[in-house]
């Protein structure tokens, strides 16, 4: 039985008939047959066509796993921001057992015990996964997880916030907040919105979104991007006296529907605004809760950059494994 002839014997024929050697040349140096030596040259250009082939796909392989991981560290960026006043002010992140996305890719919520979280849906995806494995050990995952924690205690602090506005605005009018078919105020004064099993709202009712827009108004104040005062200026009575709304976004806060009666519950709402600015326990808690979320997005939005710019993901995971890095 003929002895098989080594792939790298053959790749020498190659390279010595690629250099100009012919073939009776080789054949006669190998001590081999001519056409032994023309079969083995052409096996030696098929092996090392496929070896190109084979490297060209890896490469591109690795490129696009490069490219995956790119664009996770891009949704995470993405997602690293301070929710906006008027999320944070907002019913639906305040109730129990609500999830709502506060972000690109980041949403929050109450776990079994009730304590709020915050996550990154992209947790859920595999490339999270492989990033994490890449990045083993990186100060990158400390700081984000550091981030959703501050961003859960902002979020702990506005609800507090709210919680108090309409406390307080429910004891200095005397009245209900309604709760409405929808959440989201009408668009125009003068179109209300329907009531579960009733046509209209009773003769005088807060509307739902009035804590909120108390709130943001606050947290406005609080965080430094409006001047103390401003909201009360904003607050007007409707012309026949039976409603009041907020002018700039001429959202509606209060129906009476009994003329005249409107003067008065804007004192009331005047002196809810003025309590809510006295209850300093939770105005410093949510200056204090929203500086440390601000500090810790500004930290963590940098190291996630920093390892971005690299344009090139440092480690291997399991996928970096089985391409043979």
């Known amino acids: 039985m003929p002895r098989t002839i080594p792939i ?3 790749r ?34 098929l092996e090392r066509a496929a070896s190109t082939v084979l490297t060209d796909q890896i490469r591109q392989a690795v490129q696009k796993h490069q490219e995956d991981l790119t664009a996770m560290l891009e949704t995470i960026d993405a997602g690293l921001v301070v929710p906006g006043t008027e ?24 776990d079994l015990s009730g304590v709020r979280y915050v996550t990154l849906e992209a947790e859920a995806r595999t490339e999270w996964g492989l990033l994490r494995e890449h990045l083993k050990g990186s100060r990158v995952w400390r700081a984000t997880d550091q981030w959703k924690k501050r961003i859960a205690e902002y979020l702990t602090m506005t609800t507090r916030l709210r919680d108090e506005a309409k406390r307080l ?23 209300r919105p329907r009531y579960r099993g009733i046509s209209l709202p009773p003769d005088r009712r807060l509307y739902t979104w009035s804590p909120d827009l108390i709130t943001r108004a606050r947290i406005e104040e609080i965080i430094g991007d409006r001047s103390e005062g401003l909201l009360e ?13 907020h002018a700039p976004s ?14 008065d519950y804007m ?18 808690d949510v200056a204090t809760t929203y500086r440390a979320a601000e500090a810790q997005t500004r930290k963590t939005k940098q190291m996630v950059e920093e390892v971005r710019l690299l344009r090139f993901v440092p480690g291997r995971c399991r996928v970096c494994r089985h391409l043979g890095m």
């Open 8 to 10: 790298a014997t053959k």
């Open 12 to 45: 020498e024929w190659l390279e010595s008939y690629e250099h100009g050697k012919p073939e009776e040349s080789i054949a006669k140096g190998a001590k081999r047959d001519a056409r032994t030596i023309k079969r083995g040259i052409q096996e030696a250009r």
């Open 169 to 191: 605005l429910e004891t200095h009018t005397g009245l209900e907040v309604a709760r409405p078919i929808t959440s989201s105020p009408p668009k125009r004064v003068g179109k």
């Open 87 to 110: 999320l944070a002010a907002s019913a639906s992140v305040t109730e129990t057992g609500s999830t709502i996305s506060i972000a690109p890719g980041v949403v929050t919520g109450h």
């Open 250 to 263: 001429r959202t509606p806060i209060l129906d009476c529907n009994i003329s005249n009666e409107a003067e």
């Open 233 to 245: 200026e904003e607050i007007d009575m409707s012309a026949d006296g039976t409603g009041i709304h």
């Open 267 to 284: 004192a009331k709402i005047d002196a809810a605004i003025a309590d809510l600015r006295k209850t300093k326990q939770i105005t410093d």
